[in-house]
């Protein structure tokens, strides 16, 4: 993961977005919301739409929190 996504950097981001940066956002994406995908698809899965539904509003408002801060 970490090869692929420095390739990315190399080829489209380097110019214009600070490395640090970078992986940042793509520790973020890979550790912390992909297990919360795997949450959600459980929760809908056992039938528990509600819990799904308030966990994907939750931790969406904390991305943009997020991209704000």
């Known amino acids: 993961l970490a090869a692929a996504a420095y390739g990315?950097?190399?080829?489209?981001?380097?110019s214009t977005?600070?490395?640090s940066v970078f992986a940042a956002?793509?520790?973020?994406?890979?550790?912390?919301w992909r297990p919360a995908e795997v949450a959600l698809i459980v929760n809908n899965g056992l039938g528990k739409f509600g819990r799904a539904a308030l966990m994907t509003?939750?931790?969406?408002?904390?991305r943009a929190l997020g991209a704000v801060l």
Do not use: K
């Open 57 to 62: 509003i939750l931790a969406t408002a904390l």
């Open 25 to 32: 956002i793509v520790f973020a994406e890979a550790l912390l």
């Open 8 to 14: 990315v950097y190399l080829v489209f981001f380097a």
């Open 17 to 19: 977005v600070p490395l």
